[in-house]
Structures are given as C-alpha cells and as structure tokens.
C-alpha cells in the first residue's frame, strides 16, 4: 500500500465512526494526528483550532469537519516557497543530511527530471568518504544522462565542488547537484564543511541560484524533526527532501516541519525507483489525507 493509502486509511477509519464533532471526537483525531507523526505541539494546536471554529462557525456533519481540518493543516503548512530556484546558470543544489536518508538517490531522480526538461545537469561527487559513494552516483548519472565530476576517495570535498563548477562554467551546465557525506559528526564538523562549501559557490559563482537542501528519512518520525531542528541552526537550509513516503503512513512530520521549522518541504521521493520523486504540493498532499 502505498503512502497516501495508508495515511488515508488511518484518516477514514476515524471518519467512517464519525457522528458529530464531539469530545470523544476530537479526541480521537489528536491521536490519530500524533501517530500520523504531526508531532504532539501540532496535533494539540490543530485540534484546539478545529474546536474552536466548530463551535464558531457552527460546522456541521463529516463533510463540514473534514473541510475545517483541511484548512487548518493547510495553515499549519503555509511556509515560503516550495519551488526550487534555477534561476541562475548554473544553479547549485547541495544535498545535505545524515547516512542513509537517501541523499545519492534524489539526486539522481531529481537530476533525471530536469534532463527531462531539457537542462544540462552536472553532479558533484561531494561524498569522498567512501569510493563507493561516487561509483552509486555515477550510476544514477549514467542512468539519468547527467555528467558527473568525482574525484579519489578521501579527496577534499571542496576540491570536488571547485572542479564541478569550473567544468559547470565551462560546459554552460544548468544544474549543479552537489552530494555529500553524511558522516558529519558534529555541528562544528558540519558548520566547518558548509561554511567552506558556500565559499567555494560564492567565490566561483556569485549571484547564483542556490539550494540547500536537507534530506530527511519519512519512516525516522519524530527523530527527522531533531536533525531538521540541528541542520537548521548550523546550515542556511532552503527546503526540505523528504524520503521514503512509500515506506510509512506517518507523512504527518510535514506538517510538524513546515510548521514548527518554517522550512517548506519541495520534493518528496516515494520510492527507489527513477520516477519516485515529486514536488511537494502542500495542498494536494492535505486533501489525499483528509
Ligand atoms: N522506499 C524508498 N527508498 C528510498 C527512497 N529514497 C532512497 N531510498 C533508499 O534508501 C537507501 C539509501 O539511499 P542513499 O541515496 O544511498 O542515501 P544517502 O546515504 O543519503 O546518500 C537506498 O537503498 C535507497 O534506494 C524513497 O523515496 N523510498
Ligand atoms: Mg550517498
């Protein structure tokens, strides 16, 4: 079952006992909300909000409720953009988070759909802590008709993104997709690595588009909203890559993130495969569940 089936069912079982929006309602929709992974501040919010505009505006009936929370969650939501910027030629996009959250992988299908669309895409072997790590992104390149620049392991990764942008500037690519090791142990760590990163794009691309985006694992619940809490005071984050939405029915972190980090998810990856990557829609994703 897929992602949007399974939160849909944990919403409609709740709806399918619905009588009236009383007490024994409401709740039962805060734990619905707080297992769906919306976080316990948020579902208490959403909750309270829904309550208050029932008994304000009288709303009546399960169509009636339905609407209420949509608009709430919908609310809770209401972050800046959820587009990403390639306004610039190039435009750099690093992919940050930690190991295994699926950084290599959206990479590749995000660098696939702008290939699609006719850009010229350069991907950055950014993670040299392993040689494995550039030898899977140079398959995703291959299987997504990008370019890739990589260097030896252990190779400086700042070393890597200065080639990347000089073969950038030179082959008049589009997109740079910059990867990087998950392995940052410690904000210093982490802060150092950006800081040196960031300097590099400056430097060598003023005036560029740029992205930061943090990668974050769905099925990780309540812990992705910790990493996104520290990646987000240590790295100028622009948005939010969430990953393996197929493997859980708890997509309520998106709401917690955008509400409480006012970090706007823009791709979530619902699957391994090439396809699985879509723009968030913050709309689209209330109405699928509720
Ligand atoms: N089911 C599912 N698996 C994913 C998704 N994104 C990545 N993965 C898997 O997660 C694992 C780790 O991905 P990888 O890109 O290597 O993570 P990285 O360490 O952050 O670069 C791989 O097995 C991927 O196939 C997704 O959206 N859905
Ligand atoms: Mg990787």
């Not at 501040?41 to 399960?62: C, H, I, M, N």
């Not at 082959?171 to 802060?191: S, W, Y």
Request: charged share 30%; glycine share 10%; hydrophobic share 45%.
């Amino acid at each position: 079952m897929g992602f949007f089936d399974k939160l849909k069912k944990i919403t409609s079982n709740l709806f399918s006992s619905f009588t009236e929006a009383d007490e024994e309602f409401f709740e039962e929709l805060e734990e619905t909300l707080i297992l769906a992974d919306l976080g316990m501040e948020t579902a208490v919010e959403a909750v309270e909000k829904l309550r208050k505009r029932v008994k304000k505006e009288g709303l009546r009936g399960q169509d009636e409720v339905r609407e209420g929370l949509r608009e709430i969650l919908l609310e809770e939501m209401t972050v800046s953009d959820t587009e990403l910027d390639l306004s610039t030629k190039p435009a750099v996009v690093l992919f940050i988070g930690v190991n295994g959250v699926g950084k290599t992988t959206s990479i590749g299908k995000l660098g696939n759909q702008l290939k699609k669309e006719g850009k010229r895409v350069l991907f950055c072997a950014g993670d040299t802590f392993r040689a494995a790590a550039a030898d899977q992104l140079q398959i995703w390149a291959e299987r997504a008709g990008c370019e890739i620049i990589r260097q030896h392991e252990g190779a400086d990764p700042g070393a890597v993104l200065f080639d990347a942008l000089q073969a950038a500037k030179a082959r008049n690519v589009d997109v740079v997709l910059c990867d990087t090791a998950g392995r940052l142990h410690n904000k210093a760590n982490l802060m150092a690595e950006l800081a040196k990163l960031s300097k590099i794009i400056d430097r060598e691309c003023p005036g560029a588009a740029r992205e930061t985006l943090l990668v974050l694992d769905a099925t990780t619940g309540q812990n992705g909203l910790i990493q996104a809490r520290q990646f987000k005071e240590t790295a100028g984050l622009t948005g939010i890559v969430l990953t393996k939405l197929d493997g859980t029915a708890k997509g309520g972190i998106v709401v917690a993130i955008a509400k409480e980090l006012g970090i706007p998810v823009k791709l979530a990856g619902v699957g391994e495969g090439i396809d699985d990557l879509r723009p968030f829609d913050a709309r689209s994703y209330v109405e699928a569940i509720i």
